[in-house]
């Protein structure tokens, strides 16, 4: 039987769908791109915001419509299916199963059942047990791959289902995370390993009494990989010993990505974060004083109580830092979540308003800050060509993929993909640089 998957939402996500799809090839499934191939189509949901959640409802009537031509079944996993499992069951009749997130593992088993016609309709599931797995199908480009290292989160921000849905904050253990690398750059030659987790900083505290981050990034870096890239430091864990050892460590990506969600301490404090203006301040000023970090975050706009005032401090905090990138997002008021129950909660058109006002601002603070680094080589991952610009393009290290600058750039001889190449930045369009390759000789 031909099985086809729809992987939405995260990065964690994404490598959840690739072990389904590793455990589903290991059984003897024939995998397929192609859903009008599929006899059984999965679809693998996001459930963290309102337009995660309509996304995945979305994709699941249009998989549905494949029932018609040669699909038999239709299975819907991930975060949608653990969080609302009892009111999808009824809403979807068309979902011949529903599969918690911690039941990937015995997928083969319950597919097999379902085509016996000896399958449940839904497998709840208890999302503290643990089956880590070293097993991918990979579905990024073979130059890189995300590496999970730890499941859930404890931090119980208030506006955060998270905690809900994927449990409390368990760490692989070091030695499996290495085995895994080591697997991948192996069989598939990766060149970027991206660490993952809902809270990287935090990772080892759980199974070790203490965090042994940089100990996982020395073990990895003796493996022959070219970049270790680190997403989602939370602040207050991120301390001067981390960023001087990523400082120094030529294969750890100059790149931090620290979600401080606002700066307001009175909205910080309604919000459970653990830190204040001031030490975000501070730590982002440390953190330009040890190196050339490229800074990314994210904030969220129009939480409940959140003031005008509140709003100005965040946009003059904006403004001032001078954050290389930033994510902004409107509150979404999350089921089960302590945030839907503060009062003063805000209106949707003044949430938008708020939003597009600090991507205005942020759009042109990112392109000052681009045109800085005119005229400068960088090292730059090639990873494919735009046909309609007659170029190709990449990625720095001091970019993330999918989400951050392209290098387009020319070459002079032939590239292979996945390689990394000295890229000269001569302009800058938009949010994208556009360069050419140094030859080898040249002076730099």
């Given at each position: ?83 609302y499992m009892d009111e999808l069951k009824d809403e979807f009749p068309e979902v011949d199963m529903f599969l918690g997130t911690a039941n990937y593992h015995n997928l083969p088993m319950l597919v097999k059942n379902l085509a016996e016609g000896n399958s449940e309709q839904c497998y709840v599931n208890d999302k503290n047990d643990r089956h880590f797995s070293q097993q991918r199908v990979l579905t990024t480009p073979y130059h890189y791959a995300y590496l999970k290292i730890a499941e859930g989160c404890d931090n119980r921000c208030t506006y955060c289902a998270i905690p809900n849905i994927r449990g409390k904050y368990t760490s692989r253990p070091i030695e499996d995370i290495v085995e895994e690398a080591r697997s991948l750059i192996r069989d598939y030659g990766i060149k970027e390993l991206i660490l993952v987790a809902q809270d990287v900083s935090r990772y080892g505290l759980d199974i070790y009494g203490k965090i042994r ?232």
């Amino acid at each position: 039987m031909k099985v086809g998957l729809v992987s939405l939402g995260c990065d964690k996500n994404r490598i959840d769908s690739e072990n389904m799809l590793a455990y589903l090839q290991n059984d003897g499934f024939e995998l397929t791109g192609e859903p009008q191939e599929a006899d059984i189509i999965i679809v693998n949901t996001c459930g963290f915001i309102d337009s995660a959640k309509q996304e995945a409802i979305d994709t699941i009537l249009e998989m549905a419509e494949y029932k018609k031509e040669k699909c038999k079944f239709l299975i819907v996993t991930g975060c949608l299916a653990q969080r609302y499992m009892d009111e999808l069951k009824d809403e979807f009749p068309e979902v011949d199963m529903f599969l918690g997130t911690a039941n990937y593992h015995n997928l083969p088993m319950l597919v097999k059942n379902l085509a016996e016609g000896n399958s449940e309709q839904c497998y709840v599931n208890d999302k503290n047990d643990r089956h880590f797995s070293q097993q991918r199908v990979l579905t990024t480009p073979y130059h890189y791959a995300y590496l999970k290292i730890a499941e859930g989160c404890d931090n119980r921000c208030t506006y955060c289902a998270i905690p809900n849905i994927r449990g409390k904050y368990t760490s692989r253990p070091i030695e499996d995370i290495v085995e895994e690398a080591r697997s991948l750059i192996r069989d598939y030659g990766i060149k970027e390993l991206i660490l993952v987790a809902q809270d990287v900083s935090r990772y080892g505290l759980d199974i070790y009494g203490k965090i042994r981050l940089i100990d996982l990034l020395e073990e990895l870096s003796k493996l022959d990989v070219k970049w270790i890239r680190l997403l989602y430091l939370y602040p207050e864990l991120v301390d001067e010993r981390l960023i001087e050892y990523m400082a120094a460590n030529p294969k750890i990506c100059k790149y931090i990505d620290i979600p401080c969600q606002h700066v307001s301490d009175k909205i910080l404090k309604l919000m459970n974060r653990r830190v204040t203006k001031n030490q975000i301040v501070d730590l982002i000023k440390m953190i330009r004083e040890r190196g050339d970090f490229t800074i990314r975050s994210t904030f969220i706009v129009g939480f409940p109580r959140e003031t005008q005032e509140d709003f100005e401090e965040l946009k003059e905090f904006i403004a001032q830092s001078r954050l290389d990138r930033c994510g902004f997002f409107a509150y979404s008021a999350e089921d089960g979540t302590p945030a839907v129950r503060l009062s003063g909660h805000i209106d949707e058109e003044t949430k938008l308003k708020r939003q597009e006002e600090l991507y205005s601002l942020q759009e042109g603070i990112m392109a000052e800050k681009l045109k800085e680094k005119l005229g400068a080589t960088l090292d730059v991952i090639y990873e494919g060509v735009d046909y309609d610009l007659q170029l190709f393009y990449g990625r720095s290290s001091y970019d993330a993929p999918e989400i951050d600058t392209r290098v387009y750039f020319y070459s002079d001889t032939p590239l292979e993909i996945g390689n990394i190449y000295k890229v000269k930045l001569q302009e800058v369009d938009g949010i994208d640089y556009f360069g050419r390759v140094v030859e080898e000789g040249e002076e730099l």
